[in-house]
């Protein structure tokens, strides 16, 4: 049986053995979008690893022999000192779940392949905060440590330790390098093999994880499937000033316009957006900075969506004023934004009026008429941040995810964390709501808000969490867990108290889409939305 499928344009298998993310990569392939080289081991192998506890006979030699191959394609060697290549190792079921497994990045970045990358580039400094945001990532998925740990004890060393930029980042690498020691009775193997045998396997264990268990019950997942694990050359958007990494939207996934939308951050990899650690930047920002890349993203997206036949999120690395695609997904909007994006997409002929409705479900249509908070009553407000997905939602405050699951049996929560991680899955799917005083839209916790059609907030810059004494401080106040608040995922308030809530008329485009419902099933708006929708889907059906 054959393990590892390589990432090309002839790569025939489907979502199933590729999972979401790698089949992706082959269409971005097909389309001849810019793509880093790199192979896919198939989600079969983690359901037998994950039956046997060890790897399926065979995947050991495929594995070398694919980085061979890969070593082979950008002529550099793995964990080597001449031109050394590093790889990202991702994961990916066939069902999209954000930010519920485990990815590495700068894997094969042993010691003396990080010598020879600072003497590759002449920059010792991007070397050793490239060797030390590998040793985060490993000590987070393969060691067990939680998420930002071992990161945020590295970058506080580095900020504040004695010496230069790279004395400090040496001794952040020593620190943080102690501490696996300490957790794994052993240090990070320092031979590049080892360290990816490492981090597919965390990426396979990752299925199994609390966390991932309880998005796939959430969403109706099947817990059988399995992830598959991507593997590709790295891009660096940590390399200088001119590199970077973010997140894009063909449309707005809050409203459905038709404009690009998301997050950017120059100088650094991938984690560090979606992990909402950092503070990002609007991506329009590329177009000023980086026009070259903002040009090819908009061509990029303007493709996937014709071939989609559907609004697309990108996920994208640019170095040295090179963009490269690392994942595609279409579709996942809801509410108002996915009713706008079908009429819209069939007004510009690439889907027929037929499929459009089929497109909107009637569950789709309670997030419609998006509930507001009323701010002409002037109501007492905590703070404000970006709107990640719309709704009101009203419950009482509360710090920490095991706190959300306990103070939800009493009433509706509101999770109020300064980031959110996979290990918060649990009081995500117990709150109302979330509020995050750091990250974007694209951040963990508004990504994941949106796919369990939660209102959220993110962003709240003025808003400090004090999980310890149980309370947030915003604006000179101080406010105890179980202070009722009420925030608004479009305008991104948040306040205290229960305000007036008014709700947003249907909207143009819901006025279209079941009127074309009306037509199909010869029925009028004298009933509600939900029954029209669903009287022209029994007929679509029939048809």
Same mark, same amino acid.
């Given at each position: 049986?054959?393990?590892?499928? %390589? ?28 793509? %880093? ?24 030699? &495929? ?56 003497? &590759? /580039? ?23 440590? %939680? ?30 390098? =102690?501490?696996?020691? &300490? ?15 490492? =981090? ?8 199994? /994880? ?7 019950? $959430? ?44 997050? #950017? ?13 950092? =503070? ?52 996942? $909007? ?7 994006? +079908? ?12 499929? +459009? ?30 709107? =990640? ?14 706190? @959300? ?22 009081? $995500?799917? @117990? ?15 508004? #990504? ?34 179980? /202070? ?46 939900? &029954? ?12």
């Amino acid at each position: 049986m054959t393990w590892i499928h %390589p990432l090309s344009a002839e790569t025939e298998e489907t979502p199933d053995v590729l999972g979401g993310k790698g089949h992706g990569l082959v269409v971005l392939h097909r389309l001849g979008l810019p793509v %880093p080289p790199g192979f896919v081991i198939g989600t079969g192998a983690c359901r037998a690893f994950l039956r046997d506890g060890r790897f399926p006979d065979g995947l050991d030699a &495929e594995l070398a022999a694919a980085v061979s191959g890969l070593e082979a394609v950008t002529r550099r060697r793995f964990g080597g000192h001449e031109r050394p290549l590093a790889v990202s190792v991702r994961s990916g079921g066939s069902v999209s779940m954000p930010g519920m497994m485990s990815t590495i990045l700068n894997v094969g970045l042993t010691t003396e392949a990080t010598a020879g990358l600072a003497a &590759e /580039t002449g920059d010792v400094r991007f070397a050793l905060d490239s060797r030390l945001r590998f040793l985060s990532g490993f000590a987070s998925a393969v060691i067990g440590l %939680p998420p930002g740990g071992p990161d945020a004890v590295a970058r506080e060393a580095a900020e504040r330790g004695p010496g230069g930029e790279e004395t400090r980042l040496a001794d952040a690498i020593r620190g943080v390098a =102690a501490r696996i020691r &300490e957790r794994a009775a052993g240090p990070v193997p320092d031979d590049a093999m080892r360290q990816l045998e490492l =981090a597919v396997r965390a990426v396979f264990s990752s299925w199994d /994880t609390p966390r991932a268990k309880t998005y796939r019950e $959430l969403h109706g997942i099947p817990h059988g499937l399995g992830t598959a694990v991507t593997v590709q050359a790295m891009v660096f958007g940590n390399r200088d000033d001119r590199s970077g990494t973010g997140v894009a939207f063909s449309r707005d996934p809050n409203t459905g316009e038709s404009v690009p939308f998301g997050d #950017v951050l120059f100088g650094c990899q991938g984690e560090d957006v979606v992990s909402g650690r950092s =503070a990002t930047r609007p991506l329009t920002e590329l177009a000023g900075r980086e026009p070259a890349v903002w040009a090819g993203l908009l061509e990029a997206m303007g493709r996937i969506e014709e071939y989609y036949r559907d609004a697309c999120h990108v996920e994208f690395t640019f170095e040295a004023g090179k963009l490269w695609l690392l994942q595609v997904r279409p579709g996942g $909007l809801a509410g108002r934004a996915a009713v706008r994006v +079908a009429v819209e997409l069939a007004d510009e002929g690439l889907i027929s009026r037929r499929e +459009a409705l089929l497109r909107i479900s009637p569950h789709h249509l309670r997030y419609v008429r998006t509930p507001r908070i009323e701010l002409a009553d002037a109501p007492d407000i905590l703070t404000r941040g970006l709107g =990640a997905c719309p709704g009101v939602a009203v419950g009482r405050v509360v710090t920490t995810a095991d706190r @959300a699951v306990r103070m939800a049996a009493g009433g509706p929560v509101i999770l109020v964390r300064p980031q959110t991680s996979p290990l918060d899955m649990h009081g $995500l799917a @117990a709150a109302a709501g979330v509020v995050t005083a750091r990250g974007g839209p694209a951040s963990h916790a508004a #990504v994941v808000a949106r796919a369990m059609g939660k209102p959220a907030v993110v962003g709240a810059a003025d808003l400090t969490v004090d999980a310890a004494t149980a309370s947030v401080r915003a604006g000179g106040r101080t406010f105890p867990e179980g /202070t009722l608040v009420t925030i608004d995922g479009t305008g991104g308030e948040v306040v205290v108290g229960s305000p007036r809530v008014t709700t947003a008329p249907a909207g143009f485009h819901l006025h279209r889409l079941l009127g074309w419902a009306d037509e199909i099933s010869g029925g009028g708006p004298d009933r509600d939305d939900a &029954e029209r929708l669903t009287a022209a889907h029994a007929v679509l059906r029939k048809a």
